[in-house]
């Protein structure tokens, strides 16, 4: 086993951090390590923006639900789907772009190019011996997200990595078992050991959470998703994406 694959084998969210402010030369070689992810057909369909301004911060924390470490760490990076250039090109260029660009496919595109930057971006940082802790809470209000870092038309915020050192070591928090995740040539739809297996999961999870909290918690994966999904949240996801001019068609 390598060194690439240790790192990525030992990842966990750091959510406490030392104060201390990451270097240019690190925040440079994380954001190059995001840019060399594979991309859609060399469309490059999104940016990062870096918040080094502790109002904003501070306020991004608050919108992510007073999580803390979004305010409270070595440096903030907000990951966006970001199809504003394209629209520009295709202008000057002279091109009818305008369907493609706000087509469900484009925009898809831009996602899942701003997600494998990220995980570039993250493996790069652990790597350094630093930690980083995924922020999905932004989207809470992308209104007020945008707003704070003045982004345009066709770019959406979709979620933020606090990257910092760590103050803290937890434990690395069970997934589900590869029988569960991968499948060979077909979807396996056996319902019986489709969850028998989620039973098993459940069972580590459920003894993770009493070990972490010194038995105060007693939760299993599955009653904790079914929690979650549930709450309806984040409901005004499709009339915002599509007031920013992207997933119309």
């Known amino acids: 086993m390598n060194e690439t694959i240790e790192t990525i084998l030992k990842h966990k969210s750091i959510r406490k951090f030392q104060d201390k402010p990451l270097a240019e030369e690190q925040i440079r070689t994380i954001v190059e390590c995001a840019k060399a992810a594979s991309t859609s057909s060399f469309i490059q369909a999104y940016s990062i923006i870096g918040v080094k301004d502790q109002e904003k911060k501070q306020r991004l924390a608050e919108i992510a639900g007073s999580q803390n470490y979004v305010a409270a760490n070595g440096h903030f990076f907000v990951f966006c789907a970001d199809l504003y250039r394209h629209a520009l090109i295709g202008e000057r260029e002279g091109g009818d772009v305008k369907e493609s660009i706000e087509s469900t496919e484009k925009f898809m595109v831009a996602v899942i190019d701003a997600a494998l930057a990220a995980q570039n971006a993250a493996i790069a940082a652990e790597s350094m011996g630093l930690g980083i802790c995924y922020i999905g809470g932004l989207r809470n209000n992308l209104e007020e997200v945008q707003n704070l870092l003045s982004t345009p038309e066709r770019v959406i915020p979709l979620f933020g990595m606090a990257v910092g050192y760590p103050d803290q070591n937890p434990g690395m928090k069970p997934r589900l078992p590869f029988s569960h995740i991968y499948h060979e040539d077909r979807y396996e739809q056996d ?55 992207l997933n119309k068609r």
């Open 191 to 245: 319902q019986e050991n489709y969850l028998r297996q989620i039973g098993e999961y459940d069972h580590e999870i459920a003894a993770y959470y009493e070990e972490r909290t010194g038995g105060k918690r007693h939760d299993t994966w599955s009653r904790q998703i079914t929690g979650m999904l549930e709450k309806k949240s984040r409901m005004y996801m499709k009339a915002f994406v599509e007031k920013n001019k």
